[in-house]
């Protein structure tokens, strides 16, 4: 069955967020509300009617699969969407332990 | 330097006046986000994947020392502390909040910088050679020209809605930094058989989906006709330049499906009734007030070769091989033109913090006449460097990490910001040139290896020149995974050339195995003094592509 969570960036500031069960949105891709094929469109409604209110902008589905700690984008796209660049910049800010695929020097290690 | 005059002001504060206005609209929900993308875009303001990015004008690369130190205080107060330069001598800030902006357009302002025209259907920021004005192989300083363009071009109603973006790129010098035969519109100056100086004028180059080499349709134009030729080709472009289909819509389409004979011809016709008009006709006083903002700087007189320099370079081989790779002949005795390497080891190329700004404002200050240049290969440039103070300047750029001798060499790779942070990019560029950088991290190898550039892109949009690479590497998306098509033998100099494709893309784990493959094959194989792209030229791909596909 594919699980789907919605996403959109905050219109204030751009920040990539994700709908949560309850109907607000986080800046986490752990907090997003799991929706199964049957609950998604309504929910989508919804979100996009916090578009014209307006609170976010470009809202849409992605396909996700549980994770440990909550939902995980299936696509390599939205899993960076969600996480955040895959590399940092010394001196100004440094991503965390990486969880995406591929990644980087310890690659070759 | 060129200073902005009260017209050049008041348009600018009249636009800053507008978007905040636009950007209280949009946040009340008065401009829905179809009406206000248009807006916003006009001044630069993207929305990429994880947030707001605005993209700043550099016109012709040539910025002040106040304008880099105001470049730090927006991206320290709005943005995440560090800034992109891009292949197109912009910068690039990644995490501006939409409420922020009008705050932030109205600092920029105040030291004449915008973005406007940094997006849409129109004529882009003009580039120019980093070394322009400096350079000794020039025959004049090509900003002028690029100035003018700028003041024509801007808010030009007639091509404010072309059918699609278009960008010029201007060089005054025998040797190509500009890569002006992969832009739309590309000039380069020269002198006519009786020694007035004048433009070459290339049409219809341009990367992105179909890679075009551009064509000269004109091949000495007097300075003076410029703005009529242009107008011209823009309108012959604006007329007939298709817009139902935006992979079709750049010029260098209309050139190669008319041919360049053709285009040269709609073009001097248009432009013969130009000027039975009258012309377009450029003011010689407003021509001489620009040109005396290009004025060469008055410099002291400098020592040429002061022995310290020998002595240093004998004492200190590090040394040495940063002059020799990492400066340039300037025009004026006793001078270099310095290139500051944002290349470091584990960084992503072209990105600088504020602190890495404000030091590099600083040495321009004490070293250069206050003057700093963005090349599009995405380093920065102090234009105006005694040759005596070079020991000095060589330090100041080790402390902030800009000393990396790779200039020219393989791990000064050009790279476009990738999937890591573009909405278009379908794999990441940036993590590749790190582990190209790390892989090839000896600096001995390194210049064994000699000139060698690597240009990456993570989509088909080309941002990263990677056609133009002498390795090429293209980021695709493989039923999920990032895989990377490999181009040799490409060139962005006066012997442009489209780099071709070896085979089928590599995936992402293998890929910098298959460079050092690569690399070690031409070591082999390489006559003396033969640098990779010669020996690309002369062999081919194939012992390439044996040794990119070879089992690892």
């Known amino acids: 069955m594919t699980l789907q969570v919605i996403t959109a960036n905050r219109l204030s500031d751009g920040v990539v967020v994700f709908r949560t069960a309850g109907g607000r949105w986080s800046a986490r891709v752990e907090d997003a509300g799991v929706l199964d094929a049957g609950a998604a469109e309504a929910a989508l409604a919804a979100g996009q009617a916090d578009a014209v209110r307006p609170v976010v902008v470009g809202v849409y589905l992605v396909d996700v699969v549980p994770g440990r700690s909550g939902p995980v984008p299936v696509e390599f796209r939205e899993r960076i969407r969600a996480q955040g660049p895959s590399v940092g910049v010394r001196g100004a800010f440094e991503v965390a332990a990486p969880a995406l695929p591929g990644r980087a020097i310890q690659d070759e290690v | ?552």
């Open chain 2, 1 to 552: 330097m060129y200073r902005y005059d009260e017209f050049d002001r008041a348009f600018l504060e009249e636009r800053v006046a507008q978007f905040r206005d636009q950007v209280a609209r949009r946040l009340s929900g008065d401009l829905s986000e179809d009406e206000f993308k248009l807006l916003r875009l006009m001044n630069g303001l993207y929305l990429q994947l994880h947030a707001y990015m605005l993209r700043i004008a550099i016109p012709y690369g040539t910025l002040s020392s106040g304008q880099m130190r105001r470049l730090a205080d927006v991206a320290e107060r709005w943005d995440r502390g560090y800034g992109h330069f891009t292949t197109r001598q912009n910068i690039q800030l990644n995490w501006i909040r939409l409420e922020d902006a009008p705050d932030v357009i109205a600092a920029l302002a105040e030291v004449d910088m915008h973005g406007i025209q940094t997006s849409g259907n129109c004529i882009r920021n003009v580039t120019a050679d980093q070394y322009a004005g400096v350079a000794a192989d020039e025959i004049e300083d090509p900003r002028v020209w690029a100035e003018i363009l700028r003041q024509w071009s801007t808010n030009h109603p007639e091509f404010s809605f072309l059918p699609r973006k278009f960008k010029i790129a201007v060089t005054g010098a025998e040797l190509d930094r500009a890569a002006i035969r992969v832009h739309d519109v590309g000039l380069r100056m020269r002198r006519d058989d009786a020694g007035a100086a004048g433009f070459e004028v290339v049409v219809g180059g341009g990367l992105g989906r179909t890679p075009l080499v551009g064509k000269t349709i004109r091949r000495f134009l007097p300075k003076d006709d410029l703005l009529g030729y242009l107008e011209a080709v823009m309108r012959v472009y604006n007329a007939l330049g298709r817009r139902d289909n935006l992979y079709k819509s750049r010029i260098k389409i209309l050139v190669h499906d008319i041919g360049p004979e053709r285009m040269a011809e709609m073009v001097d016709a248009e432009f013969q009734a130009i000027q039975a008009e009258g012309g377009v006709s450029l003011d010689p006083e407003l021509v001489g007030r620009i040109r005396a903002h290009f004025a060469p700087p008055v410099y002291a007189p400098a020592p040429v070769e002061p022995p310290e320099l020998a002595a240093l370079e004998r004492a200190d081989p590090a040394f040495a091989r940063w002059r020799r790779t990492n400066t340039a002949a300037h025009r004026e005795p006793g001078h270099a033109i310095v290139n500051l390497s944002l290349k470091p080891h584990g960084r992503p190329p072209g990105d600088a913090t504020s602190a890495e700004m404000r030091a590099v404002a600083d040495m321009a200050d004490r070293w250069s006449l206050g003057e700093i240049r963005v090349a599009h290969e995405q380093n920065l440039v102090l234009p105006h460097v005694r040759q005596a103070d070079l020991p000095e300047v060589w330090r100041a750029a080790q402390a902030i990490g800009f000393a990396t001798p790779n200039i020219g060499h393989l791990t000064d790779i050009i790279a476009c910001p990738g999937l890591d942070y573009c909405a278009l990019a379908t794999a990441r560029s940036i993590p590749i040139a790190e582990r190209l950088a790390d892989r090839f991290r000896d600096l001995d190898r390194l210049h064994d290896i000699g000139p060698f550039r690597i240009n990456i892109s993570g989509c088909i949009n080309a941002c990263g020149h990677h056609h133009v690479g002498h390795v090429g590497l293209l980021g695709v998306d493989k039923a999920g995974e990032e895989f990377y098509q490999i181009t040799l033998g490409g060139s962005a100099e006066e012997d442009t050339a489209i780099g071709r494709i070896v085979g089928p893309a590599v995936s992402s784990a293998e890929v910098v195995d298959a460079i050092e493959r690569l690399v070690d094959t031409y070591v082999r194989i390489r006559e003396p003094e033969e640098t990779f792209l010669d020996t690309c030229r002369r062999v081919g791909n194939a012992p390439f592509k044996e040794s990119i596909y070879a089992a690892a």
